[in-house]
Structure formats: structure tokens, C-alpha cells
């Protein structure tokens, strides 16, 4: 039996276009959630052992520093500089850990990292650094990023440029979700 309009018109229910719309609103608002709230992510590499591991999934949030700046520990996704991508290949989010804020001095000396000449406590790291870096002060929006397994990590310390301009964080990783037993909230410790 046809649908009846007000009007008393027989009027069948075009399935396709409600098919269309729903799919429709719901790849608008995948695209939204995942442009401006929050996107899954996987780890292609081991630069952030033991924290995160090779094939870990996260969900990294986007909202936050609209509202306040990243934070020393804060575990981050960006775009890297464009000049260590090698040319004809894609452009590749990373993820490291924020070590330098803007106005500070960050060096690394004999396997510690230094921060305005104080040693960080850095429990979370595979093994210490086996290099010399810096000092090199962070300038304003700006930031110095590390991987958690510093010798085998391409990050501030390997960059031409050793900053991470603000514009280009992408979010904050927040949880891990894959695999089951490693499901948790990622925090700066």
C-alpha cells in the first residue's frame, strides 16, 4: 500500500533517496568527526617503544589545544617538516612525545635531556640517548619533539630544523584501543 501525502496522493516511499541521504549524513559527519574531533591512528614503527608499540591503534583527539597549548609529555601526531620527506613520496604523520616548550633551552648530554640546565626525569624512554644535541632554545609557537626510543627515532634531533611549528600538531593521543590487552588512557608518565 502507498504512503498517503496530506493531500490525500498516493506517494511511494523512494527507498533509494532515503539510502543516499543517510549515507550522505553519515559520510558528512564521519569526515567532520575525523577533521575537527577526533581520528584512529596506527604506529608503522617502533620510534615510540615501549610506550607505544609497532601496529598499536590510538584515537587522537583534536579539540583540546584549541582551547589550551600542548604540554611537556603530551604524546602528539603532526606533520612532519616537509624537508625530511624524501621527494615523490607522501607526507606521513608522525608521533612523539613534546619535550622543549616554547622559551625553553633543551640539550642532551650524557644520555639526559635538559631542560633550562635541569635533568628531566624520563622513566618512560626505551634507553637513553647515545648522542650530543643542542642546546638549542625553542622559539615561540614552536616546540622540541622526541621519540620515547631516542636512539631510533627521527625527530627533533635529526630535523635540519629542529623545531615543531604549533600549526602543524595534528591532536593529542589520548587512548589506546588495539590491541585488547593494551587497551588504555596514554598519559605523560
Known amino acids: 500500500m502507498a504512503n498517503q501525502n496530506p493531500d490525500g496522493k498516493g506517494q511511494d516511499t523512494n527507498i533509494w533517496v532515503e539510502t543516499v541521504q543517510t549515507v550522505g549524513l553519515s559520510v558528512v559527519l564521519a569526515l ?48 612532519p617538516p616537509a624537508e625530511i620527506t624524501p621527494e615523490g613520496q607522501p607526507r606521513n604523520a608522525f608521533i612523539k612525545r613534546i619535550v622543549g616548550l616554547p622559551g625553553d633551552t633543551v640539550e642532551v648530554i650524557n644520555g639526559e635531556v635538559f631542560i633550562n640546565n635541569a635533568a628531566i626525569d624520563e622513566q618512560y624512554i626505551k634507553t637513553p640517548p647515545n648522542y650530543r644535541w643542542g642546546p638549542q632554545e625553542v622559539p615561540e609557537e614552536s616546540y622540541i619533539v622526541f621519540g620515547d626510543n631516542r636512539n631510533n627515532s627521527v625527530d627533533s634531533h635529526a630535523w635540519p630544523r629542529p623545531f615543531l611549528p604549533e600549526d602543524q600538531i595534528i591532536g593529542k593521543a589520548v587512548v589506546r584501543f588495539w590491541p585488547p590487552n593494551r587497551i588504555g588512557l596514554l598519559t605523560k608518565n
Open 32 to 79: 567532520g568527526i575525523r577533521q575537527f574531533i577526533a581520528e584512529a591512528r596506527y604506529i608503522p614503527t617502533g620510534s615510540m617503544e615501549p610506550t607505544l608499540q609497532v601496529n598499536d591503534r590510538l584515537v587522537v583527539e583534536k579539540i583540546s589545544y584549541r582551547v589550551t597549548k600542548p604540554d611537556r609529555g603530551d604524546i602528539i601526531v603532526f606533520w
